[in-house]
């Protein structure tokens, strides 16, 4: 159990365009959803929580206008990148907290990730 | 100063030797303490939890050092399948990972 797919593997797009990133809790229920950028030889750097039926809290720096996330189901959350830029290339990455008594309550669970590379 | 630090290595190693790596943190009330291996292009997989007693998984051994603020792994019998990086993680209290940059362990034959 705990899987956790996105959709797409890997996009790339024109620069100004905006592309979705979806985010799926297979098995379980996630209330809460975190989304990540990993660049080249870089750490994952936690972009926003994302709480399922609220607004998503996002770290210092990551401008909400340009991230937009949207968890409107118990399995799902979007990371929708708007006007793209070049910098914006990278590695996204979306996890789940384990759910109360599949796994460690502080466990999450990691999509595949979608590689994202803007032209 | 970073949350997590580690020494990106790489550390190379031939087949069947043991290698270790530390990893340190910044915030004693860190909570909760992970290691995940990352393969190149691929989303980080957890290894193993950190337990306060130090804890083991086959050929693998973490330890955590609250005094000193750093956990460690220890592989041994390195196979040529655990080239990998290794990320660890911490947990404050509010579920958020903060991530390593990683080390990079090459085990050559």
């Known amino acids: 159990g705990a899987v956790v797919s996105q959709h797409p593997s890997w996009v790339i797009c024109k620069s100004g365009t905006s592309v979705k990133i979806e985010c799926r809790s297979l098995?379980?229920?996630?209330?809460?959803m975190f989304w990540y950028r990993q660049f080249p030889k870089q750490s994952l750097m936690l972009m926003a929580t994302s709480n399922e039926g609220s607004k998503a809290t996002y770290e210092q720096g990551v401008e909400k206008d340009k991230f937009l996330i949207n968890h409107a189901s118990l399995t799902l959350s979007t990371l929708t990148v708007t006007s793209a830029h070049p910098e914006d290339s990278s590695f996204y990455i979306c996890?789940?907290?384990?759910?109360?008594?599949?796994?460690?309550?502080?466990?999450?669970?990691f999509g595949p990730g979608t590689r994202l590379t803007v032209l | 100063r970073k949350e997590v630090e580690q020494d990106p290595g790489p550390f190379n190693v031939p087949e069947g030797a043991t290698v270790a790596f530390n990893c340190t943190y910044s915030?004693?009330?860190?909570?909760?303490f992970f290691w995940y291996r990352q393969d190149c292009r691929k989303e980080p997989k957890l290894l193993m939890s950190v337990y306060s007693s130090g804890n083991e998984d086959g050929r693998f051994t973490a330890q955590l050092n609250r005094a000193s603020q750093y956990i460690s792994l220890l592989i041994r019998d390195s196979k040529l399948s655990d080239s990998a990086t290794y990320l660890c993680?911490?947990?404050?209290?509010?579920?958020?990972?903060?991530f390593g940059a990683g080390t990079t362990v090459t085990v050559r034959a």
């Open positions: 996890s789940a907290r384990a759910p109360l008594g599949l796994a460690d309550y502080n466990e999450q669970f």
């Open positions: 098995d379980f229920q996630a209330t809460t």
């Open positions: 915030n004693s009330a860190s909570q909760s």
């Open positions: 993680a911490v947990i404050l209290n509010d579920y958020k990972l903060s």
